[in-house]
C-alpha cells in the first residue's frame, strides 16, 4: 500500500527566506507524486506534479520540488517565501491504475515579517 | 467554468439527523470523491466513483453513502449524524484520460458540525 509521510506539522520562515517542505514517500514502483496548497478556508490547488521524466519539476508560484527515489522523497522548495504563500501544504502519492491519491498529513507554513 | 461546487458551505446538525451533502462539477470528469478533513489527519477518503451509476468505497466509509445518478453530480449522505462526523468535507473530481496521474480538482469545502 502506498503511504506518505511529511515530517513537520508546522514550519515557520520568515519573509525573504528560502523555504523547504519535506514529504516521504512509501511505493514499490514508480510513483505519482503531487503537491497541493490550501489557503485558510479554501479548498486544495495544485502546486505541481511528477509522473516521469526530469526529476526537477517547475510549479506555479515560483515553487519547485524534486524527486528523488533513493530517498524516497519529493520535497517542495522555494527560494524566496511571500506573506501570501503561508497556508498548509499537502503531498501525495499515487500509482498507475490506482484512481485514488493517498495525502500526507499537511505542514502548515507560517510567514514572519 | 465554475469547475467544482460544493452545497452546502456550512451546516449544523443535532445528532441523529440526516443531509446531503451536493457536488457539482462542470468539467466532464469520469471520477468523483468524496474527503473528510480532519486537523492532523490529512484528507481521507470516504467513497469515491469512477462513473455515472458506479460508486465505491475508501478509507473511512462507515456512516455514509453516496450516490452518482449523473455524471456531473455525486451526492454524500449522513443517514444518522454522530458527534464524530463533524469535519471538513471536500469533493474533487478528476479526468481520466488512460493515465492515473491525472490531477485532482477540489471544490471550497462543506463545513459541518454535529451537536
Known amino acids: 500500500a502506498q503511504s506518505v509521510t511529511q515530517p513537520d506539522i508546522h514550519i515557520t520562515v520568515s519573509e525573504g527566506a528560502s523555504l523547504e517542505l519535506r514529504c516521504n514517500y512509501s511505493y514499490g514502483a514508480t510513483p505519482y507524486l503531487f503537491w497541493y496548497v490550501q489557503s485558510p478556508g479554501q479548498g486544495l490547488q495544485l502546486l505541481l506534479k511528477?509522473?516521469?521524466?526530469?526529476?526537477l519539476v517547475q510549479g506555479i508560484k515560483g515553487f519547485e520540488a524534486e524527486f528523488k527515489r533513493s530517498q524516497s522523497s519529493f520535497n517542495l522548495r522555494k527560494p524566496s517565501v511571500h506573506w501570501s504563500d503561508a497556508a498548509e501544504y499537502f503531498c501525495?502519492?499515487?500509482?498507475?491504475?490506482?484512481?485514488?491519491?493517498?495525502f500526507g498529513t499537511g505542514t502548515r507554513l507560517t510567514i514572519i515579517p | 467554468n465554475a469547475g467544482v461546487t460544493q452545497t452546502p458551505k456550512f451546516r449544523v446538525l443535532k445528532t441523529g439527523q440526516s443531509m446531503t451533502l451536493l457536488c457539482a462539477q462542470d468539467m466532464n470528469h469520469e471520477y468523483m470523491y468524496w474527503y473528510r478533513q480532519d486537523p492532523g489527519m490529512g484528507l481521507r477518503l470516504i467513497h469515491y466513483s469512477v462513473g455515472e451509476g458506479t460508486t465505491a468505497k475508501g478509507e473511512v466509509p462507515d456512516g455514509y453513502n453516496v450516490s452518482r445518478l449523473k455524471k456531473q453530480n455525486f451526492l454524500l449522505g449522513l443517514e444518522s449524524a454522530a458527534p464524530s462526523q463533524t469535519s471538513v468535507y471536500f469533493c474533487a473530481s478528476s479526468h481520466w484520460g488512460g493515465r492515473a496521474y491525472n490531477e485532482q480538482f477540489f471544490g471550497p469545502g462543506t463545513r459541518l458540525t454535529v451537536l
Open positions: 511528477y509522473f516521469s521524466g526530469d526529476t
Open positions: 501525495a502519492v499515487g500509482n498507475f491504475g490506482n484512481e485514488k491519491l493517498t
